[in-house]
Each structure stands twice: as C-alpha cells, then as structure tokens.
C-alpha cells in the first residue's frame, strides 16, 4: 500500500500539486485539486476572492476554484465529469490523510460516507456553461 | 416554527434581518439596548461568529441573549474556527435554548482579522455546513447518530454577488439551496449591476422561490466605513467614484445615508428580493429612518396588516 501511495505522489504531486487527501475528485473540479485552497474549500470558491482572480489568503496565487470553473468549461474533459463539477462533494475525511487514493478508489474505502450525509439532498446545481 | 421560518414560507412577505453588534465585556443590558432599535425592524437578528476573523462574545451566547429580550435570534455559524463537531455541538446548544434558525457561512479566512496566527480550521464548507445543519434539522447528526427528535430549524446561507468568479455565483448559491438552505443573506455589493446579474440569474432558474434573497444594505458614517470595507472586508470592493462622491459631498454622513438608502431601493426593486439583511454601523438612528424613508412599517405593525412588499405600499 506504501509503494501506491509513493507512486501516486511522484505523479501527482509535479502535475496537481497533489496534498494526498486520499479521496481524489480531481475529475469532478476540472483537474485542479481543491485541497490546494488554503480554506481547503471542496465545493466551489469562498466569498473572499480578489477583484483580479486572486485568492484572500495568498494575494499571489490565483484561486483555485477559478482555475478549476475555467478548466471544467474549456479543457476537453469527458462531459460526465463536467456535470459532477456543481455537484455537492462530502465533507474530508481526515482519517484518509497520506493514503492512496488509487487504493481507496479501488477498495471503495473512498465512497464510505457518514451514515448522516444526506447524499440524496445534494442535487446538482445548473450545469456549467 | 420559527416566525422568520413563517414569514418565508408565506411566499410573499416582506422579511428584513439584521446582524448584532458584537459584544465584549458588559453585560445583557448593555446588549438589549445596543440591538433594541433594530429589534422594532427587523424579524430577526443575527448572532455573528467571530466576524472579520476577531473574537468576541460567542454566537451562542449572544443568540440567548437576542432570544432573551423577546427578538428573535439567528445563530451564524461559521466554518473558520471549529470542526464539524463544535458546529453540530453549537447548532445542538442553540436549540436548546429554542434558537431555530442557523446561517451557515464559510468564513473570512484568519488573515483578515487580529490573531493570523490562529489556526484556520474549515473542516466543513459552507455548502456542506448547509447540509450537515438541514441533517440536524431532520434529527440526524452528521454520523448517523439521533438527536432524539428533529430540531426543526430554518436553514440559512451566505453568497457574495460581487466576487469573481461572477458567473458561478448563482450556480454556487444553487448549490447551497439544494443542500437545504431557504434563505441567503447576500454579501454587501457596492456594484449594482453585480448584485441584479446575480439575483436574475436565480430568479431564471426558479431559485427565488425556493430561497429568500435578502441582498445587505451596510449604514456607514462615511468615507472612513466605505475604505474600511473596501480594504478590509475580504471580497468587497467600493468603487473609487463611490468612494469620491461621498468626500465632495458637503455632508459626507448625509450623503453615505442617501447612498445605503439608494441601495436598498435597487435592492428592494429587483424581482425575485424578499427583503434585506441590514447591518448598522452608524447606531444613530439611521437604520429607523432607513425603515421609515423605505416606507416599511415596524415589525409589529407588519404583522398585524400581515404586510407584503414596500413597493405595494
């Protein structure tokens, strides 16, 4: 399970700036990993977002959530995963921090949600255009 | 049921809700008579969470305290501070003590306010603070656990019209009232044209029915408040020419007036409003002159004539 870990973060890490949060949604936010916002923000941009793009916590990094919106729109991505994009993703699981979310993905350990998340309320918002 | 919960459910009722001073040493009369001209207004007030990043008495103890002198309290909660546990505990506490609506918010991040130091927390977001609160509402805590019996709350959220990416707003803002949130008080916007493209997005997608837009209109003594917002209150900007106009006005108070009471009538004459979230900086009774130059009756007055909308009046 180590080495998978390891080779997920020599991939990942160069190409996404990947944190190892081991339940990966890079597919559902444009190729861009949220945990790189300092707010760790999982489900789109926080009020706090500068007039010129950049972000309230680091004012020389551009905001992740618009990195993401803009590339879930113009990069070529399978359109199944352009509609999971305003889709409302679970709360972290910290329990899975530095583990491998290739392994998780496989052992459905990443879709073991809390018994309370009401994943039937979480419906879509409208489609990114 | 909470009245506020009443009033949005009615469909067509003008709702106003304002946000607390925040306290530090005093005591419950200091209070009470700091929040009592804003209680003759609005239905309900909010008890804020640590606002700006600075500490100060908890949202908790205040929203007693609103509930206490016969207002009716909304309890913010915000995601800065404590993980998904101290908020379900905070939702859990309030309600005890008969606090039935939450305002679920994301939060300024810990560089805004004095203590940067500070750990920034944000286990949740505020999408999902929307949706682990509607959990509580429905008598669940977010590990499946009961909470006895449903808490029966009305479910609230926080969307800035104004921050880029602009476009996205709406579809952010849906996503919070899909999670259960049935009313957003609106991030003050000082660009018009921002808070109209934000509103008509959702009222197109029907979303103004489901939720209670209430766009904020902030009473400032003038151009010293409107840089302080504009430097200090992440995601808001103030247009230099706002700025300029209300320094070559003779009476720079009379004229931040004139400019929060424009704004409130943009606001207030955008299809798909309720109503407004006010915060009062000035505490010189401009928030009741506010009131009465809109020509919104009292709190009291409202309920009696079961009163709709400024406009009809």
């Known amino acids: ?129 | 049921m909470s009245r506020l919960r009443s009033l949005i459910e009615a469909g067509d009722r003008l709702v106003l809700t304002g946000e607390a001073r925040t306290m530090d040493a005093g005591d419950l009369d200091d209070f009470s008579e700091k929040t009592v001209e804003m209680a003759e207004w609005v239905d309900a007030i909010n008890a804020t969470d640590n606002p700006t990043a600075r500490a100060h008495a908890s949202n908790v103890a205040i929203a007693i305290a609103i509930a206490q002198m016969g207002a009716e309290p909304v309890l913010q909660v915000v995601c800065r501070d404590k993980n998904r546990l101290a908020c379900q505990a905070d939702v859990v506490g309030a309600a005890l003590h008969g606090v039935e609506n939450v305002c679920c918010l994301t939060g300024d991040d810990v560089t805004a306010g004095d203590e940067p130091q500070a750990c920034r927390v944000f286990d949740l977001d505020g999408p999902q603070l929307v949706s682990v609160v509607d959990g509580l509402s429905r008598g669940r805590y977010l590990s499946g656990r009961s909470t006895g019996r449903p808490l029966d709350l009305l479910v609230g959220a926080v969307e800035n019209p104004g921050a880029p990416p602009l476009e996205y707003r709406a579809e952010r803002a849906a996503l919070k009232i899909g999670a259960g949130a049935r009313f957003l008080q609106l991030q003050i916007c000082f660009l018009p044209e921002r808070l109209e493209a934000f509103v008509s997005a959702l009222d197109r997608a029907g979303l103004c029915q489901q939720a209670a837009i209430l766009p904020t209109i902030v009473l400032l003594r003038g151009t010293r408040g409107l840089k302080f917002v504009h430097d200090r209150v992440p995601g808001v900007i103030v247009p230099p020419e706002t700025i300029a106009r209300i320094e070559a006005a003779q009476d720079e108070s009379e004229a931040a007036y004139a400019l929060a009471l424009e704004q409130a009538r943009e606001a207030l004459a955008l299809p798909g409003v309720r109503g407004l979230h006010l915060t009062d900086f000035r505490h010189d009774g401009a928030l009741s002159r506010l009131c009465e130059d809109l020509r919104i009756p009292t709190r009291e007055e409202r309920y009696a004539d079961a009163y709709r909308s400024p406009l009809a009046v």
């Open chain 1, 1 to 129: 399970m180590k080495v998978i870990a390891t080779l997920e973060h020599v991939v990942k890490k160069p190409m996404f700036g990947c944190q190892m949060c081991g339940q990966c949604v890079l597919h559902e936010t444009g190729m861009t990993c949220p945990m790189n916002c300092p707010k760790t923000l999982r489900n789109g941009p926080c009020g706090g977002v500068r007039e010129d793009g950049a972000c309230e916590v680091k004012p020389d990094m551009r905001c992740v959530w618009l990195k993401a919106e803009h590339r879930a729109r113009a990069w070529p991505l399978p359109s199944s995963w352009r509609a999971h994009f305003g889709h409302l993703r679970a709360p972290v699981d910290n329990s899975l921090h530095g583990t491998s979310a290739w392994a998780n993905l496989f052992s459905g350990r990443n879709r073991e949600l809390p018994a309370g998340w009401q994943t039937e309320r979480a419906r879509p918002g409208p489609e990114a255009t």
